[in-house]
């Protein structure tokens, strides 16, 4: 075969640059289709007898992502009209083409189920076991596509009734905190404060997360204000391996942060990868609870800091470290993973101050994370490893643009959001299964050049 004779490492561009019947082997080889199987296929062995090839129906949504074919009209007019591709997704010669119809009623099975979770959680194991993900920084991060959706016309809002003027009673104040208690328990559970997210279980999180087409705003590189009509995809990746380990499909108007707890639970119960250490964000990220959050896994939090009508720190410098009197900033020294304790040492300008035997003037300064999570962390902020850490977010950055380039994120076809999900789920189980095919033929061509 020309891919085993290559010279140079396999990247996702050479796969798809390969013969059609080759890129399909390939992919279809690391996806067990089995869980979405025993949802779309007959249940039993009495009434009407199957006529349609459900496993080559499933093959062929995954080939029209790779393919970029747009419709499923498309679809079954390539099925039709190329008996190759045809026979590359798994039809039999004697098997008769579905309609859009039966495609439609198939997706509507596998939207009432996760299905395409379960594919994906065990292609993700399947790829670390066989060694090709040994990550020790997962990155978190989300972009935008748009919806198949017409946006709804504005709606006008009723003007509000004039307040009444002055401070309220002792009475009107009491029975005011009573009613806003009870709007506010009684807020969907994304409506609430993040910080509600931490006791909730994974799946509930899961099924509550909003997911219809929605007005999203957002500020570009140049600081301007984008607009759509649709979704959110939340991704956490690899930073090394670039595998998509947990992804969330939500409204356009859903705070990014308010995706992260989700992602990161997702993480710690389904990824078994002992060697994770780091979680990388940006500012969008910087809530208390996050930090929270990845403290229980055992992990570092990466974030960059979001200053918020803060004053100034007062004996301590922009990156929390400490300083001495005369405002010189200690220098860090190690962490007690034990103890969860920073060290810092007198700074060096303090070697020849007349204040460096004065009781005022430490010479160890140890703080506990836990202290304040957003401020502290390891390595500590303002440092160059916590730098080269946080310069690891752009493998997230890149998957976005893969999935927008070569996987359909943003051809959309569908006018639900349930129905949007499955689109979404195959883009990401193609998008691994890609990540796995690559793999293992750059495995392949090693142990040949070994050979």
């Known amino acids: 075969m020309p891919i085993i004779r290559q010279e140079s490492l396999f990247n996702i561009q050479e796969l798809y640059d390969l013969e059609p019947t080759q890129r399909f082997e390939a992919i279809f080889s690391t996806i067990d289709i089995d869980p979405i199987l025993a949802v779309v296929a007959k249940k039993s062995r009495f009434g009407r007898p199957v006529e349609l090839n459900y496993a080559a129906m499933i093959y062929s949504l995954i080939a029209r ?3 970029r074919i747009p419709f499923i009209k ?9 008996i190759v591709f045809r026979l590359d997704c798994g ?3 004697s098997d008769s083409v579905p309609s859009e119809a039966a495609f439609s009623r198939m997706i509507s099975l596998i939207k009432e189920s996760n299905a395409l979770e379960k594919v994906q959680e065990t292609l993700l194991q ?3 076991s066989e060694g090709f993900i040994s990550d020790d ?3 978190i991060d989300s972009t935008h596509f748009e919806s198949r959706n017409q946006a709804p016309p504005k709606e006008e809002k009723p003007k509000d009734e004039p307040k009444k003027r002055g401070r309220k009673s002792k009475k009107e104040r009491e029975q005011w905190l009573i009613e806003k208690a009870e709007q506010e328990a009684n807020l969907p559970l994304f409506e609430k404060k993040i910080e509600d997210q931490l006791d909730v279980p994974l799946a509930e999180l899961r099924a509550k997360i909003p997911q219809d087409p929605q007005w999203g705003i957002k500020k570009n590189s140049e600081g301007k204000n984008v607009f759509w009509f649709g979704y959110k995809a939340h991704l956490a990746v690899g930073a090394t391996s670039q595998y998509i380990f947990q992804s969330l499909l939500s409204s356009g108007n859903l705070n990014d942060g308010k995706a992260a707890i989700p992602l990161l639970k997702g993480i710690h119960e389904l990824v078994r990868l002992p060697s994770l250490r780091y979680d990388v964000l940006d500012a969008g990220y910087d809530y208390e609870p996050i930090y929270i959050q990845i403290h229980r896994m055992g992990h570092q939090a990466v974030i960059a800091y979001n200053k918020r009508n803060e004053s100034e720190p007062i004996g301590f410098d922009k990156h929390f470290a400490p300083t001495c009197v005369r405002e010189h900033s200690y220098r860090y020294d190690s962490f007690d993973e034990k103890y969860e304790t920073l060290k810092y040492t007198r700074p060096k300008e303090c ?4 204040l460096a035997h004065d009781e005022l003037c430490q010479k160890v300064y140890k703080v506990k994370i836990t202290t304040n999570l957003r401020k502290y962390t390891a390595p500590a902020r303002g440092l160059k490893a916590w730098k080269d850490i946080y310069k690891r977010r752009t493998a997230v950055e890149r998957v976005n643009a893969y999935l927008k380039e070569f996987f359909q994120l943003n051809n959309v076809r569908y006018r639900t959001g349930k129905r949007a999900k499955v689109h979404f789920d195959f883009v990401t189980l193609v998008y691994n299964a890609s990540k796995l095919a690559v793999d ?3 495995a392949k061509l090693n142990q040949q050049k070994a050979a």
Request: proline letters at 4%.
């Open 65 to 67: 992502i790779t393919e």
């Open 74 to 82: 498309d679809l079954v007019k390539r099925l039709k009209n190329d």
């Open 91 to 93: 039809f039999l010669v």
């Open 126 to 128: 399947q790829a670390i």
């Open 137 to 139: 920084t997962i990155v």
């Open 351 to 354: 070697k020849d101050c007349p």
């Open 440 to 442: 293992r033929i750059n």
